[in-house]
């Protein structure tokens, strides 16, 4: 069974950092991209990073270039979201997925809440 555990999220004033993990198992981690997206409270889906199967390639939102930096460790299993010079509108649920190529995910977990606010 697919599975993916969000953990890290929490509460942190404007300009603070937090990282973002997501513990994958039941299937073969290294073998597929990964990706995240978020959820702010009365808003849409937004895609926020992409990584490749070995993390050679990365892609971000404009939103969160040059603060976000997505990262893996295939030995376990785990991919990040290492967050920083967050801003109050980065506040929302973010959710890892597992891709299948750039654009399709085809598990999602649970998600874990990130709130930014003074």
């Known amino acids: 069974e697919v599975q993916l555990v969000e953990s890290g999220g929490g509460l942190v004033q404007p300009g603070g950092s937090l990282r973002l993990s997501c513990a994958a198992s039941?299937?073969?981690?290294?073998?597929?991209?990964m990706s995240w997206v978020r959820q702010a409270p009365g808003k849409g889906l937004e895609w926020v990073a992409y990584?490749?199967?070995?993390?050679?390639?990365?892609r971000y939102a404009d939103s969160v270039k040059g603060r976000f930096t997505v990262s893996r460790d295939n030995a376990k299993n785990t991919l990040y979201l290492q967050m920083n010079s967050l801003k109050p509108e980065d506040t929302a649920a973010y959710v890892c997925?597992?891709?299948?190529?750039?654009?399709?995910?085809?598990?999602w977990g649970q998600g874990t809440q990130v709130t930014v606010s003074s």
């Open positions: 990584i490749s199967e070995r993390g050679r390639i990365a």
């Open positions: 039941g299937f073969s981690f290294s073998n597929y991209p």
């Open positions: 997925r597992r891709n299948t190529d750039f654009q399709t995910a085809d598990y």
